[in-house]
């Protein structure tokens, strides 16, 4: 690479014979990338930055839209470190994100399994799979909403044909977990596609080796299929955690926040837009904000690892 | 053929009907539902609900009672336009991060990490800016929002793209005496071109099923498809005729674009990191 870099830079210079224009000397190798580069760095600058410092500066502030804004110091801190309202949906949506990464990587890895072989139509079903993943998640959370209903409902009423019976769905006790469902209905597909194509690119000699020896399909699994697909699994739960921690087009869809279903996000919106709580919502935002540069850093350093072997 | 290999057989082939089934069960209800009369839709029997008189009522109220179309409009304005800014602003930045590495990586991670960004922390600030700046409900407020959003995501997907192409190629044409600017436009952008189509696809995606900053940024002028559905839920009538009809559109072009994107599906939502 570096070499490369080098070979670019004399060839560049070979015709610096009079003097460059303007144009010539942005084309000009050391200048050309950052040329490239602007536009981006103005646009992360203005529309990065500024929330960023918008937020640090309002988290320090008490006072609402119309109010005056007057300096509290950490007063917004400590009372969020105090506030159950906050550790409430914290709590619950660390529950929904373990509940939906469990299920979605337990059912991804069956159907991968179960799908890593030649079988007739194998495009269609890999290909239909696919299609929860793009669609809108606020109108799939109105249909489900929709399919779940108590009395109207399919899903109740296919309950009640087979014998089990209707299920409140949206009660207090489980609406969280019917979250957690329908999250993991759209996202299922997303391991399941990731290791099934992790699946296919393992070594088949290993296997056969494996085979031979009489090692069981199961030792095989532990020993084999799953330390070579770490990586992968890596990477599906850093990225659905990303996705999951901010979980909110569900709720509006669904539950609107009540019957125990208010997550961080939910929170930070209705103090933000609801109460217009500046200062506070600016300080949950800050908190949100925290975490999640946690799980980018370590994200970041996982997919820059997988994009350079692949 | 042996017993046990029928029996292994059945069980596969029923478990690949049940997972086919929970997925596009649901989707199947989309279209069933949209084609019902109120009456089929608030029934008790199973049976009605497969065996019905299929109607366009649902859509003729869709597009005559509420302001479908213009809220279609707006949402194809918005997620073209915002998807074509990034383009512009994401292309030539992806090619500078994989050619010379600029900003040796701290850039690129700044770039990923405002995709990480909690939307919800963005939302406030940009609210009260764009309220004195006069931007609420505005088309030009919601693609500069798409825009950022999407622009980091663009960049590091296509960084992947332009990651595969050989630099011998590049060292090939300079020798052969292009510019650098040439170089780009003449041999390095046809061959990223298929990573160039799907980012700009998974970009159109996430603006047109984008809902949290359509919601909060927008009341009437710039109401986009999605606000516009979720409005039928949550009101004192629940309208879920006109909302399965304006679902079952809404949902169309992410269900095309997902059958005829299979391979690159995996690709884009790992940022590139896994191939698919």
């Known amino acids: 690479m570096s070499n490369a870099k080098n070979n670019l830079a004399g060839i560049n210079g070979l015709d610096t014979g009079r003097k460059p224009t303007i144009w010539e000397k942005l084309s000009n190798e050391k200048y050309f990338k950052w040329v490239l580069l602007a536009p981006l760095i103005i646009v992360l600058l203005i529309f990065m930055f500024y929330p960023l410092i918008y937020c640090i500066y309002n988290s320090f502030m008490e006072g609402g839209l119309g109010a005056e804004s007057v300096f509290v110091g950490l007063k917004n801190y400590r009372y969020m470190m105090r506030d159950s309202s906050f550790w409430i949906p914290f709590g619950r949506t660390l529950e929904a994100l373990v509940v939906c990464i469990v299920a979605e990587l337990l059912i991804g890895m069956g159907i991968a399994l179960l799908w890593n072989r030649d079988f007739k139509g194998q495009n269609i079903f890999r290909g239909i799979i696919l299609f929860p993943l793009l669609v809108a998640p606020l109108i799939m959370s109105l249909v489900w909403n929709f399919l779940l209903e108590y009395n109207i409902g399919f899903v109740n009423q296919l309950l009640t044909a087979i014998g089990i019976g209707k299920v409140e769905w949206w009660s207090s006790n489980i609406a969280l977990f019917t979250i957690a469902g329908i999250t993991v209905w759209k996202w299922f597909p997303f391991s399941a596609a990731v290791l099934l194509a992790g699946l296919k690119s393992l070594p088949k000699d290993v296997f056969e080796a494996s085979r031979v020896d009489g090692a069981s399909g199961w030792f095989t699994f532990r020993k084999l299929t799953l330390p070579m697909l770490s990586p992968l699994i890596i990477i599906i739960v850093l990225l659905r955690t990303m996705w999951l921690i901010r979980l909110f087009d569900p709720l509006y869809g669904t539950t609107r926040g009540a019957a125990n279903t208010e997550l961080l996000d939910w929170m930070v919106y209705r103090t933000s837009f609801v109460y217009f709580d500046v200062g506070y919502g600016s300080t949950l935002a800050i908190m949100s904000l925290y975490i999640t540069i946690i799980i980018a850093a370590i994200m970041y350093r996982q997919l820059i690892r997988a994009l350079k072997s692949g | ?276």
């Open chain 2, 1 to 276: 053929m042996s017993k046990k290999f029928i029996l292994k057989r059945t069980i596969f082939w029923i478990l690949t009907i049940i997972i086919i089934l929970v997925v596009i069960g649901p989707l199947i209800w989309i279209y069933l539902t949209a084609f019902k009369s109120p009456n089929d839709i608030f029934t008790s029997e199973l049976s009605r609900q497969f065996i019905f008189t299929p109607t366009l009522d649902n859509f003729k109220r869709l597009f005559t009672q509420f302001a479908f179309f213009g809220s279609l409009l707006n949402t194809i304005i918005i997620s073209v336009a915002s998807t074509i800014i990034v383009m512009i602003i994401a292309v030539p930045a992806a090619y500078s991060f994989s050619r010379w590495n600029t900003g040796g990586g701290h850039i690129l991670f700044v770039t990923i990490s405002t995709r990480m960004f909690p939307a919800v922390v963005a939302a406030l600030p940009f609210f009260i800016l764009f309220r004195n700046l006069g931007l609420l409900d505005t088309h030009i407020g919601l693609i500069l929002l798409y825009m950022y959003f999407n622009v980091s995501f663009a960049t590091f997907l296509l960084y992947g793209f332009f990651r595969d192409v050989p630099i011998e190629l590049e060292q090939a044409a300079l020798i052969d005496g292009y510019g650098r600017f040439n170089i780009f436009r003449k041999v390095v952008l046809p061959l990223v071109l298929p990573g160039i189509v799907t980012t700009s696809v998974f970009c159109l995606i996430w603006s047109w099923n984008e809902f949290l900053y359509a919601f909060l940024f927008t009341r009437s002028s710039a109401k986009t498809m999605t606000v516009l559905i979720s409005s039928f839920w949550g009101s004192i009538e629940i309208q879920y005729g006109p909302m399965a009809a304006g679902a079952a559109i809404g949902v169309l072009p992410t269900l095309i674009a997902a059958w005829f994107m299979q391979r690159y599906i995996v690709r884009g939502l790992t940022f590139g990191a896994v191939k698919g």
